[in-house]
């Protein structure tokens, strides 16, 4: 009988990536800090030709291609590399009382061959900064990058083979869902994937099959609540810095804006003047400004802008993928512009009468993967975060806390689970629980048949 294993094309390749993390290599210390100085040598190798590919992909700018595509894996690979050793060391415990002379420990292993999964929008980033946790926590990766980035994904095959030769440590898988299908099909130690809410359901349930854990980074609507008391230039400023950042197409991009009616229009003409100050009067002339991954991603922005009025912008060539900077008022909240996720350079201005009923709008909806409050009152601040639940969130500014070093992962329907800093190496690691026992001190009282009354237990245990 055929083993049905076996016709699954990239069967093979997962199986040498499992016989690489079985022979034990990538355990010790010594070795995960070479690979992570073998990385970063690598990257900075090939910026120029990572830069070009983002160039050929999106249209990114070095100013953005700098510190979201290479800066970022840059602070974390520093980071893992100065943590290391204390991140492997096992913590010793206190135990209680009974267990004496007993001690215990918890004790970091690598969970074991990984499965990163990379979406368009940050493709270098997005694939290389999980590969930093894994390799820190000693386990070894089969790494799918995004079709929709095709240059990139040639570049990151390029970087890895430089880095790490091409004997199972390091693979990269290419092709689009087909192939990632069949990679999910297989058996993994977990599984991460950086992508949309839909994909990530389909992620789950494969890895639901063999129980394996899964670390899920996905999008959402990731709002703005504008109050009356805000600065409104700086406001404008910020928040349309993230809107237009990469052309909209950032997991944590400013979604959408719930304004205080008293401020809207001030609020709309300033991001106007935000724009224009970024820009010049004509964004598709700038160097500084990116490009829409496809044409089909182009049309469907070009739909959305049907749900609402457009107060500027809303000019797109399709021959350039270019889409301008664009902010939507009397918008329909049942138009796909306030159901789905943007990911795009189109800001919908809703307004609202308070921050409760801003308050009130956000926890109708699916739990974000950011928010951002913009107020003068620390307490109105407070108010916002202690009633709404998101991945992670800002005060009076956007996108930013993803460079902080803290965990970054959203919460639901935004994603499971989070990294960057120690908890990239957390993502990939089991911490194991661990008793040591001598051999003296063998208290017969534990064994049956049972003599002491039941009270002893009471008084020990509670
Ligand atoms: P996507 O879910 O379409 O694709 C992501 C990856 O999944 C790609 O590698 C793709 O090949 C694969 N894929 C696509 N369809 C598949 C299927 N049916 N079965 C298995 N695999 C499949 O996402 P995208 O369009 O590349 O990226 C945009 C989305 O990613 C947005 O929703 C955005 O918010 C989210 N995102 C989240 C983060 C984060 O850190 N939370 C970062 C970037 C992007």
Known sequence: MRDPV???PIAPTVERARAFFRSDVTRPYEFRRDRLRALEASIRAHEADVFEALRADLGKSIYEAYPAEVGLVYVDLKHALKHLKDWMKPVARRLPMTFWPGTGQQRPEPLGTALIIGPWNYPFQLATSPLVGAIASGCNVVLKPSELSPATAAVIEKVMRHAFGDDGYVTVVHGGPETSQ???AETWDVIFFTGSTRVGQLVMEAASKHLTPVILELGGKSPCLVDADADLETTARRIMWGKTYNAGQTCIAPDYALVHQDVKQRFVDACQQAVRGFYGDDPKASRDYGRIISARHLQRLSTLLQGGRVAFGGRVDEAQKYFEPTLLVDVDLKA???TEEIFGPILPVVDVASMDEAIAFVRDRPKPLALYAFTSSPTTAD???EKTSSGGAV????VIHIASGMPFGGV???GMGAYHGKASFDAFTHTKTVV????ALDL???YPPYQVPVSVFRKLLG
Not at 395 to 398: A, E, Y
Not at 436 to 439: A, G, L, R, S
């Open 182 to 184: 069949q990679l999910l």
């Open 444 to 446: 017969k009282v534990r």
């Open 383 to 385: 108010r916002v975060l």
């Open 395 to 398: 005060v009076n500014d956007v």
């Open 412 to 414: 639901g329907p935004s």
């Open 6 to 8: 076996r016709l699954n």
């Open 336 to 338: 796909p512009v306030m």
């Open 436 to 439: 040591k026992k001598p051999w």
